[in-house]
């Protein structure tokens, strides 16, 4: 089974910049779907955003939309969440999630996930 470990959160000022990392060891994510969800605190996990790897299509959650992109090395097995003109309900736990079928969004039930990354954005 893929490992995932997500990387890059922190603490960040309302209107600053943080890049996300999900590093995928063990299978190779060229057939995988990849997303990034988040949970907030009383909140359910939704996705973020997801790419097809060999694709390299994306799909946005409105609410990010502009101001999120992520991306993916190939070569390095890693996807990116890279955010920016971050918000403070911006703030939760982002987790990485890859769904073998490699299409979509990755589908909860299926998908590898991380353990998760902090990301806290201030007022």
């Known amino acids: 089974q893929v490992q995932l470990v997500e990387s890059g959160g922190g603490l960040v000022q309302a209107g600053g910049s943080l890049r996300l990392s999900c590093a995928a060891s063990?299978?190779?994510?060229?057939?995988?779907?990849v997303g990034w969800f988040r949970q907030a605190p009383g909140k359910e996990r939704a996705i973020v955003a997801a790419?097809?790897?060999?694709?390299?299509?994306?799909v946005y959650a409105d609410s990010v939309k502009g101001r999120f992109t992520i991306s993916r090395d190939n070569a390095k097995n890693t996807v990116y969440l890279q955010m920016n003109s971050l918000k403070p309900e911006d703030t939760a736990v982002y987790y990485c999630?890859?769904?073998?079928?490699?299409?979509?969004?990755?589908?909860?039930?299926?998908?590898?996930w991380g353990r998760g990354t902090q990301v806290t954005v201030s007022s």
């Open positions: 790419i097809n790897w060999s694709g390299g299509t994306t």
């Open positions: 999630a890859a769904d073998p079928t490699g299409w979509g969004i990755p589908r909860v039930a299926i998908s590898s």
């Open positions: 063990g299978r190779t994510l060229s057939s995988y779907a």
